[in-house]
Protein backbone atom coordinates (compact mmCIF):
# COMPACT_ATOMS: atom_id res chain seq x y z
CA UNK A 1 0.00 0.00 0.00
CA UNK A 2 2.62 2.59 0.95
CA UNK A 3 4.47 1.42 -1.88
CA UNK A 4 1.43 2.21 -4.33
CA UNK A 5 0.87 5.50 -2.62
CA UNK A 6 4.34 6.34 -3.29
CA UNK A 7 4.01 6.49 -6.60
CA UNK A 8 0.84 7.99 -6.98
CA UNK A 9 2.39 10.98 -5.22
CA UNK A 10 5.45 10.96 -7.31
CA UNK A 11 3.55 10.27 -10.76
CA UNK A 12 1.14 13.35 -9.44
CA UNK A 13 4.20 15.27 -8.97
CA UNK A 14 5.74 14.43 -12.32
CA UNK A 15 2.25 15.87 -14.36
CA UNK A 16 2.59 18.62 -11.81
CA UNK A 17 5.91 19.34 -12.49
CA UNK A 18 5.35 18.53 -16.27
CA UNK A 19 2.59 20.73 -17.14
CA UNK A 20 4.23 23.42 -15.21
CA UNK A 21 7.24 23.64 -17.34
CA UNK A 22 4.68 23.14 -20.14
CA UNK A 23 2.83 26.01 -19.54
CA UNK A 24 6.00 28.43 -18.96
CA UNK A 25 5.87 30.91 -21.61
CA UNK A 26 8.66 31.50 -24.48
CA UNK A 27 9.07 34.62 -26.67
CA UNK A 28 7.22 32.48 -29.75
CA UNK A 29 4.64 31.70 -26.99
CA UNK A 30 3.95 35.12 -26.25
CA UNK A 31 4.17 36.32 -29.98
CA UNK A 32 1.38 34.14 -30.85
CA UNK A 33 -0.48 35.26 -28.15
CA UNK A 34 -0.10 38.66 -28.90
CA UNK A 35 -1.22 38.31 -32.61
CA UNK A 36 -4.26 36.58 -31.44
CA UNK A 37 -5.56 38.95 -29.17
CA UNK A 38 -4.56 42.01 -31.80
CA UNK A 39 -6.40 40.16 -34.69
CA UNK A 40 -9.40 41.23 -32.96
CA UNK A 41 -8.62 44.76 -32.90
CA UNK A 42 -10.13 46.78 -35.95
CA UNK A 43 -9.97 50.08 -34.55
CA UNK A 44 -8.97 51.42 -31.44
CA UNK A 45 -8.40 55.02 -30.34
CA UNK A 46 -6.27 56.29 -27.29
CA UNK A 47 -4.42 59.26 -25.33
CA UNK A 48 -0.75 59.59 -26.15
CA UNK A 49 1.96 60.74 -24.18
CA UNK A 50 5.46 60.93 -25.16
CA UNK A 51 8.38 62.46 -22.84
CA UNK A 52 11.77 62.60 -24.98
CA UNK A 53 15.36 64.03 -24.32
CA UNK A 54 17.48 64.80 -26.53
CA UNK A 55 21.38 64.76 -25.29
CA UNK A 56 23.65 67.07 -27.01
CA UNK A 57 27.01 67.49 -25.35
CA UNK A 58 26.46 69.35 -22.31
CA UNK A 59 23.02 70.70 -23.16
CA UNK A 60 19.58 68.40 -23.95
CA UNK A 61 16.67 69.11 -25.74
CA UNK A 62 13.49 68.20 -23.90
CA UNK A 63 10.08 67.30 -25.79
CA UNK A 64 6.62 66.92 -24.39
CA UNK A 65 4.00 65.57 -26.48
CA UNK A 66 0.57 65.23 -25.93
CA UNK A 67 -2.57 64.41 -28.13
CA UNK A 68 -4.48 61.34 -29.54
CA UNK A 69 -4.06 58.60 -32.14
CA UNK A 70 -6.78 56.72 -33.87
CA UNK A 71 -6.51 53.52 -35.87
CA UNK A 72 -8.55 51.24 -38.45
CA UNK A 73 -7.90 48.17 -40.27
CA UNK A 74 -8.25 48.03 -43.84
CA UNK A 75 -8.11 44.62 -44.98
CA UNK A 76 -4.71 43.71 -44.88
CA UNK A 77 -3.75 47.02 -44.44
CA UNK A 78 -3.79 50.03 -41.45
CA UNK A 79 -5.00 53.45 -41.16
CA UNK A 80 -3.63 55.80 -38.33
CA UNK A 81 -4.18 59.50 -37.62
CA UNK A 82 -2.34 61.54 -34.87
CA UNK A 83 -2.94 65.08 -33.33
CA UNK A 84 -0.19 66.35 -31.10
CA UNK A 85 1.06 69.39 -29.30
CA UNK A 86 4.55 68.71 -28.76
CA UNK A 87 5.81 71.36 -26.30
CA UNK A 88 10.19 71.66 -26.55
CA UNK A 89 12.42 73.03 -23.79
CA UNK A 90 15.60 71.91 -21.94
CA UNK A 91 18.74 73.84 -20.99
CA UNK A 92 19.67 74.59 -25.14
CA UNK A 93 18.77 77.93 -26.56
CA UNK A 94 15.72 78.17 -28.16
CA UNK A 95 15.11 81.75 -29.76
CA UNK A 96 12.27 82.84 -27.93
CA UNK A 97 12.20 80.10 -25.04
CA UNK A 98 9.85 76.71 -24.87
CA UNK A 99 8.50 76.24 -28.46
CA UNK A 100 5.07 74.64 -28.97
CA UNK A 101 4.50 72.60 -31.85
CA UNK A 102 1.07 71.41 -33.33
CA UNK A 103 1.06 68.14 -35.64
CA UNK A 104 -1.13 66.52 -37.33
CA UNK A 105 -0.63 63.04 -39.43
CA UNK A 106 -2.59 60.97 -41.31
CA UNK A 107 -1.83 57.81 -42.58
CA UNK A 108 -4.29 57.00 -45.58
CA UNK A 109 -2.79 54.04 -46.80
CA UNK A 110 -0.29 55.08 -49.20
CA UNK A 111 1.30 58.39 -48.24
CA UNK A 112 1.80 60.23 -44.59
CA UNK A 113 0.83 63.51 -44.52
CA UNK A 114 2.09 65.97 -41.97
CA UNK A 115 0.74 69.50 -41.17
CA UNK A 116 2.59 71.28 -38.36
CA UNK A 117 2.10 74.50 -36.66
CA UNK A 118 4.78 76.70 -34.70
CA UNK A 119 5.59 79.82 -34.36
CA UNK A 120 2.59 81.38 -36.51
CA UNK A 121 4.09 79.15 -38.99
CA UNK A 122 2.10 76.20 -40.83
CA UNK A 123 3.86 73.83 -43.14
CA UNK A 124 3.09 70.69 -44.98
CA UNK A 125 4.67 67.38 -45.92
CA UNK A 126 3.64 64.06 -47.26
CA UNK A 127 5.77 61.21 -47.93
CA UNK A 128 5.57 57.26 -49.15
CA UNK A 129 7.36 55.22 -46.21
CA UNK A 130 10.41 53.54 -47.02
CA UNK A 131 9.44 50.42 -45.80
CA UNK A 132 6.00 50.79 -47.62
CA UNK A 133 4.51 49.21 -44.17
CA UNK A 134 3.22 50.46 -41.04
CA UNK A 135 5.80 50.83 -37.94
CA UNK A 136 3.55 48.59 -36.10
CA UNK A 137 0.80 49.30 -32.89
CA UNK A 138 0.58 45.68 -32.25
CA UNK A 139 0.41 41.97 -33.05
CA UNK A 140 3.12 39.64 -34.07
CA UNK A 141 4.75 42.45 -35.96
CA UNK A 142 5.92 43.82 -33.31
CA UNK A 143 8.11 41.15 -32.42
CA UNK A 144 9.13 40.68 -35.68
CA UNK A 145 10.23 44.07 -35.59
CA UNK A 146 12.18 44.37 -32.52
CA UNK A 147 14.13 41.35 -33.75
CA UNK A 148 15.40 43.39 -36.52
CA UNK A 149 16.51 46.39 -34.09
CA UNK A 150 18.77 44.11 -31.37
CA UNK A 151 18.07 40.92 -28.97
CA UNK A 152 14.88 40.31 -27.71
CA UNK A 153 14.32 39.27 -24.43
CA UNK A 154 10.90 38.31 -22.37
CA UNK A 155 10.51 39.65 -19.29
CA UNK A 156 7.68 38.90 -16.21
CA UNK A 157 4.41 40.37 -16.91
CA UNK A 158 2.98 43.51 -15.42
CA UNK A 159 -0.03 45.39 -14.31
CA UNK A 160 0.08 48.76 -16.15
CA UNK A 161 -3.06 51.01 -15.58
CA UNK A 162 -4.97 48.25 -14.43
CA UNK A 163 -4.23 46.25 -18.38
CA UNK A 164 -1.93 42.81 -17.43
CA UNK A 165 0.89 42.97 -20.16
CA UNK A 166 3.89 40.94 -21.84
CA UNK A 167 6.87 43.31 -21.18
CA UNK A 168 9.66 42.53 -23.80
CA UNK A 169 13.57 44.12 -23.41
CA UNK A 170 15.27 45.00 -26.44
CA UNK A 171 18.78 45.53 -26.60
CA UNK A 172 19.04 47.52 -29.54
CA UNK A 173 22.16 46.68 -32.42
CA UNK A 174 24.17 49.23 -33.47
CA UNK A 175 22.12 49.67 -36.88
CA UNK A 176 19.09 51.03 -34.54
CA UNK A 177 21.39 53.27 -32.69
CA UNK A 178 22.54 54.90 -35.69
CA UNK A 179 18.55 55.71 -36.95
CA UNK A 180 17.21 57.59 -34.10
CA UNK A 181 18.01 60.95 -32.61
CA UNK A 182 18.68 59.41 -28.92
CA UNK A 183 21.03 56.16 -28.59
CA UNK A 184 19.42 54.00 -26.39
CA UNK A 185 21.63 50.80 -24.36
CA UNK A 186 18.06 49.10 -23.48
CA UNK A 187 14.65 49.68 -24.10
CA UNK A 188 11.11 48.07 -22.63
CA UNK A 189 7.86 47.38 -24.41
CA UNK A 190 4.59 46.99 -22.49
CA UNK A 191 1.99 44.84 -24.62
CA UNK A 192 -1.44 44.64 -23.59
CA UNK A 193 -2.58 40.70 -22.98
CA UNK A 194 -6.45 41.25 -24.34
CA UNK A 195 -5.74 43.17 -27.20
CA UNK A 196 -2.07 43.11 -28.25
CA UNK A 197 -1.51 47.00 -28.78
CA UNK A 198 1.36 48.02 -27.69
CA UNK A 199 0.91 50.46 -24.70
CA UNK A 200 4.20 51.61 -23.03
CA UNK A 201 7.85 52.34 -24.33
CA UNK A 202 10.59 53.16 -22.20
CA UNK A 203 14.21 53.51 -23.78
CA UNK A 204 17.16 54.37 -21.29
CA UNK A 205 20.87 55.15 -21.97
CA UNK A 206 23.53 53.09 -20.39
CA UNK A 207 23.23 54.38 -16.87
CA UNK A 208 19.78 53.67 -16.82
CA UNK A 209 18.05 56.88 -17.39
CA UNK A 210 15.45 57.38 -18.70
CA UNK A 211 15.76 58.91 -22.54
CA UNK A 212 12.09 58.83 -23.73
CA UNK A 213 8.81 57.44 -22.29
CA UNK A 214 5.89 56.62 -24.97
CA UNK A 215 2.39 55.44 -23.59
CA UNK A 216 -1.02 54.89 -24.50
CA UNK A 217 -4.08 55.37 -22.11
CA UNK A 218 -7.80 55.43 -22.06
CA UNK A 219 -7.44 52.97 -24.83
CA UNK A 220 -11.03 51.95 -26.55
CA UNK A 221 -11.07 48.55 -28.63
CA UNK A 222 -13.33 48.66 -32.13
CA UNK A 223 -15.04 51.83 -31.71
CA UNK A 224 -17.29 52.91 -34.69
CA UNK A 225 -14.62 55.53 -36.60
CA UNK A 226 -15.41 57.32 -39.99
CA UNK A 227 -13.36 56.15 -42.78
CA UNK A 228 -12.46 59.39 -43.91
CA UNK A 229 -11.16 60.58 -40.63
CA UNK A 230 -8.13 58.86 -42.46
CA UNK A 231 -8.45 60.85 -45.61
CA UNK A 232 -6.16 63.87 -45.73
CA UNK A 233 -6.38 67.26 -48.48
CA UNK A 234 -4.52 70.15 -47.75
CA UNK A 235 -5.22 73.60 -47.86
CA UNK A 236 -5.68 75.02 -51.57
CA UNK A 237 -2.69 76.64 -52.20
CA UNK A 238 -0.39 75.66 -49.89
CA UNK A 239 3.17 74.35 -51.19
CA UNK A 240 3.40 70.48 -49.47
CA UNK A 241 7.23 69.50 -49.47
CA UNK A 242 7.57 65.70 -50.77
CA UNK A 243 9.76 63.88 -48.86
CA UNK A 244 9.91 61.39 -50.95
CA UNK A 245 10.42 57.49 -49.48
CA UNK A 246 12.79 58.36 -47.00
CA UNK A 247 9.97 58.63 -44.12
CA UNK A 248 8.91 56.21 -41.50
CA UNK A 249 5.25 56.18 -40.66
CA UNK A 250 5.62 56.36 -36.75
CA UNK A 251 8.87 56.11 -34.79
CA UNK A 252 8.53 52.44 -33.16
CA UNK A 253 10.86 53.56 -30.31
Not at 58 to 77: H, I, L, W
Not at 101 to 114: A, D, F, R, T
Amino acid sequence: MRKVLTCTLLTMLALSVGAAYAQEPTLESVETAIDEAWQKVNTFTANMTMDMTVPMGPMSVKSNATGQVEFMRVGDGQRFRMEIVNKLGGNMPIPGGAMEQKVLSVYNGELIYNEMEAMGMKKYSKAKPKDGSNDPMGGKGVVDSLRKKGEVKLLPDEELNGASTYVLEVIPNEQMKKEGPIKPSKAKFYIAKDSGIRLRTDMFDAEGATLMTTSYTDVKVNPELDPKRFEYTPPPGVEVIDMGDGMKKRPLF
